[in-house]
Each structure stands twice: as structure tokens, then as C-alpha cells.
């Protein structure tokens, strides 16, 4: 296994990481929101709701959603914290297709716009949101370190960045089912229900590799964030991270 999350690939072919991750997506995205409630058992709309309570209050004008893949994050901002605009951003084409189809099902195509981005090299201004969220998708960067300085570039002084990732629970029994669950479970119900067990083999093993707790509040930290914390969710299958510029 790879050592750094940045270089573990999807496929093994020469393409890179970029290039990898949006094919992966690409292939997914149909049944994507399916398996987001299979594989989390409905707890990831939990999970989400729970992060943006990490920023409700604040002031947000304009909010950035990193990773958005079909909106779902984008669209319980709306819902949960009422924002004048959000503007979400992914590689993925085909998850954007069915995000705004989402986003025109319930008439927000003022409210919230969706397009093709790269997140480690946003096409936005310095200093143009109140918040960024993003959630699942942090393992998936090329390069975490930049993502995240990108992030605190286009965030306004006293913004916050909040997202989520799945993460290894470090006590028994969770920790012995959770290897078996990422081992096992998620390879087979991707081959039987996405038609592409790869991506669902890659994903489990990001999980392993991305950096977790006090190591990510350090990359934060080095991006330029403070006020950085997390918690865990679901006995440590989910973690929370919440920073501030």
C-alpha cells in the first residue's frame, strides 16, 4: 500500500491522481448518493448536519463547497445555514450533471451554482467567502497541503473552513469491524452495484491513509488556519474539522 494518501491511485495506469479521481467519479456518480447512504447507513446526512452546526450563526453571504460531487452538501447549507449564494466546485462532470439537476428539482439555480474546478487551483479571488465546507473529499486531493492553502487563500479573515472525513476508529470492537466492513463490504457492493469494484477498493484504503486527528489539525495549522479542532463521530468512524482564518 501507498504511503501518502497522494499517492495512492484509483486505476492502476499511467494517468495521475487528477486525471484518476475524476474518471473514478465519472464512473460513480450514478448510483453515488445511493451508496453514500448504503455504506454510511443513512448516517452521513447526520454527519453533514452536525458539521454545519460548527458554523451556524456566522455571517455567510457567499459559501464555497469543495468536492461537491452531486450537491448534497451544498444543498443542506442552504437548508441549514441560508446563505445568499453557495458555489460548489468538483472534477467530476457527471457528479455536476446530477447536482444540478438536484439543485433545479428545488428551484435554486439563483441560489446555488455549480462548476468544473480543480480545488488546488481555484478560480476565484483571494478573500471571497465567509466559509468553505467539504465533505469526503479531502483524501481525494492531489495534494492535501495545497488544497488546503487554496482554501484559506479564497476564505475572507475570520472565515471558517469545516469538513468531514471517514476515519479509522481507533478502539475495539470498532476498530476490528470497521477493517472488516472497509475490507470486505465495501469492494463487494461496489462491484455489484456500481459495476466498478476498484473505485470502492480505493476509496476503503484512502480512508487508511488520509491523515487523522492532531496530523490534519498540523496541516491546517501550516496552511495558515487557527483555531483549529475536530471531534469524531459514530464511535470514530467519522471525524470533523473545523478551522478558522
Known amino acids: 500500500m501507498a504511503e501518502k ?11 495521475d491522481k487528477h486525471t484518476q479521481v475524476k474518471h473514478m467519479f ?14 454510511s447507513f443513512h448516517m452521513d446526512i447526520r454527519w453533514r448536519k452536525k458539521a454545519l452546526n460548527k458554523i451556524k450563526g456566522q455571517t455567510i453571504h457567499h459559501l464555497l463547497d469543495v468536492a461537491t460531487g452531486t450537491a448534497d452538501f451544498a444543498l443542506q447549507a442552504w437548508d441549514h445555514l441560508h446563505p445568499d449564494q453557495i458555489t460548489g466546485i468538483d472534477l467530476s462532470e457527471a ?3 446530477i447536482g ?7 428551484g435554486l439555480e439563483a441560489h446555488i451554482r455549480l462548476e468544473q474546478q480543480d480545488c488546488l ?22 495534494n492535501i497541503a495545497k488544497g488546503l492553502s487554496e482554501m484559506h487563500r479564497v476564505l475572507k479573515p ?14 475495539f470492537p470498532m476498530k476490528q469491524l470497521f477493517y472488516l466492513y472497509a475490507r470486505i463490504w465495501m469492494p463487494m457492493a461496489g462491484r455489484i452495484f456500481t459495476k466498478d469494484a476498484r473505485a470502492y477498493t480505493y476509496l476503503p484504503e484512502s480512508i487508511q491513509l488520509v491523515p ?3 496530523d490534519m489539525l498540523r496541516l491546517l495549522n501550516q496552511a495558515g488556519f487557527v483555531q483549529t479542532s475536530f471531534e469524531t463521530y459514530s464511535m470514530g468512524t467519522c471525524s470533523c474539522y473545523l478551522a478558522r482564518k
Open 100 to 106: 444540478r439537476d438536484k439543485v433545479a428539482a428545488r
Open 121 to 142: 487551483s481555484l478560480n476565484f479571488p483571494k478573500e471571497q467567502f465567509e466559509a468553505v465546507t467539504v465533505a469526503f473529499g479531502v483524501r481525494n486531493f492531489e
Open 95 to 97: 457528479m455536476l450533471h
Open 26 to 39: 465519472d464512473n460513480i456518480a450514478p448510483k453515488y448518493d445511493f451508496m453514500n447512504r448504503l455504506m
Open 158 to 171: 475570520g472565515g471558517s473552513l469545516v469538513f468531514l472525513e471517514l476515519s479509522r476508529p481507533a478502539r
Open 212 to 214: 487523522q486527528g492532531k
Open 5 to 15: 494518501p497522494e499517492s495512492l491511485l484509483p486505476y492502476d495506469n499511467q494517468a
